[in-house]
């Protein structure tokens, strides 16, 4: 499974993001797909994840109600909506995949993330006046 994650730049406090993540290689409608960040000096974070049918989400509270993940199976292409954009969002953001059989996506729980076996190259999100 080959991941390419795109769409970062830079913006004001406020703003909106949308992140794309092209996938190849792989029945894309049979992965879960993940979006992290990571920020300098600091650790890797789980943003938000989306089942294969896209009917389940997960979201990190601190994203919740600002950012939106979805997907078109048809594209296979995921989707990570950033809106109300704060500096604290600043990071690297990457696209990762796990196999739909392999990880439980709901709204309280994305995981275990030793499932995800895929990784793409990220994005860089920088949220700046």
């Known amino acids: 499974v080959q991941l390419q994650a795109s769409g970062g730049g830079l913006v004001q406090p406020g703003e909106s993001l949308r992140l794309s993540c092209q996938v190849s290689?792989?029945?894309?409608?049979?992965?879960?797909i993940a979006w992290f960040r990571q920020a300098p000096g600091k650790e890797r974070e789980k943003v938000a994840c989306?089942?294969?049918?896209?009917?389940?989400?997960y979201y990190d509270p601190s994203v919740k109600d600002r950012f939106t993940i979805s997907r078109e199976n048809r594209k296979d292409t995921a989707y990570l909506q950033l809106n109300s954009l704060k500096s604290e969002d600043s990071a690297v953001y990457l696209c990762?995949?796990?196999?739909?059989?392999?990880?439980?996506?709901?709204?309280?729980?994305?995981?275990?993330?030793?499932?995800?076996?895929?990784w793409g190259k990220g994005t860089q999100v920088t949220v700046s006046s």
């Open positions: 290689g792989f029945g894309f409608h049979n992965l879960v």
């Open positions: 989306i089942s294969s049918s896209g009917y389940s989400t």
């Open positions: 990762a995949s796990a196999p739909a059989l392999d990880i439980v996506v709901r709204s309280s729980q994305c995981g275990p993330e030793h499932a995800i076996d895929s």
